[in-house]
């Protein structure tokens, strides 16, 4: 059984930094992409960020480019997020995600496999 379990949201004020961590479990986690994803209420899921099987290769939106860093662990089958320089529109539930297939994909549609969420909220 795939889990794939967020930590580390919290709240925090605009300029602060945070660290998210998504624990997999039940996959090879070296043979899959993963990715960050937030949520708002009443809004699409939106790409935060996407780092390949080996670590090589990051992608971001552009909401969150010079601010955010994606990185992975892949012998503690851990990916991370250091957010930086929060502002209060990164409020949201940030979700990891798992791709099997390579290659770079913002669509959630095309992830695998995806854990619970952890809230993130930025007070000003």
């Known amino acids: 059984q795939v889990q794939l379990v967020e930590s580390g949201g919290g709240l925090v004020q605009a300029g602060a930094s945070l660290s998210l961590s998504c624990a997999a479990s039940g996959l090879a986690f070296e043979s899959y992409s993963m990715a960050w994803f937030r949520q708002v209420p009443g809004k699409e899921r939106e790409f935060v960020a996407r780092?390949?099987?080996?670590?090589?290769?990051?992608n971001y939106g552009d909401s969150v480019k010079g601010r955010f860093s994606i990185s992975r662990d892949n012998a503690k089958n851990t990916v991370y997020l250091q957010m930086n320089s929060l502002k209060p529109e990164d409020t949201a539930v940030y979700s990891c995600?798992?791709?099997?297939?390579?290659?770079?994909?913002?669509?959630?549609?095309?992830?695998?496999?995806w854990g619970q969420g952890t809230q993130v909220t930025v007070s000003s």
């Open positions: 995600a798992a791709r099997r297939d390579r290659g770079y994909s913002v669509d959630a549609r095309r992830y695998d496999y």
């Open positions: 780092i390949s099987q080996s670590g090589r290769t990051t």
